[in-house]
């Protein structure tokens, strides 16, 4: 996470190219732990990496294969979830952090492999719908609520809509 902070930093302050952030990218989702960490600084961070997704890193991102799919997944489904629960507890704070992740994670899919995605996406909402299988211990592992699987639900439902 933190050699992924610095890269971030670096290209931030056009200090890194595109390119060069994109080979970098390459190297941290080569692994799941690198990947990992990489979607923890750059989703949940304020670095607006995934608010304007440069080209290279697109193209890196979903070359990277399932692996980026799966973890941007996941991501969607816990900050939709955890939106959910920041809004209950009045913490309009970290709802907003949770919503800006789900945001990003949203537009970051529809930039991936599509068939891809909708499998993906297919599997855990089938889960978040009350089907057995990997996502639906997931989905119990994080004890979300049925009100959260809507959530996760409609956060899946929007990857496929157009953007406006």
């Not at 890194?16 to 600084?41: C, I, M, N, W, Y």
């Not at 057995?132 to 592992?141: M, N, T, V, W």
Request: glycine fraction near 8%; hydrophobic fraction near 45%; charged fraction near 25%.
């Amino acid at each position: 996470m933190e050699i992924t902070a610095q890269w971030l930093g670096l290209w931030e302050r056009g200090e890194l190219s595109d390119e060069v952030l994109a080979d970098r990218v390459t190297e941290l989702v080569a692994s799941r732990d690198g990947a990992r960490g990489f979607f923890v600084v750059s989703l949940a961070g304020d670095c607006p990496l995934m608010d304007r997704l440069p080209d290279p890193v697109v193209i890196q991102l979903r070359s990277a294969g399932e692996g980026v799919v799966d973890l941007s997944v996941r991501n969607l489904a816990m900050s939709s979830a955890m939106a959910l629960h920041h809004g209950r507890s009045g913490d309009p704070a970290q709802q907003g952090a949770s919503e800006r992740v789900q945001l990003r994670c949203t537009e970051l899919l529809r930039c991936l492999e599509p068939e891809a995605v909708k499998l993906r996406l297919e599997s855990l909402l089938a889960a978040a719908q009350g089907a057995p299988g990997d996502d639906q211990a997931f989905l119990e592992r994080w004890g979300y609520d049925a009100d959260q699987k809507r959530a996760i639900a409609e956060a899946i439902l929007a990857v496929a809509e157009d953007p406006i």
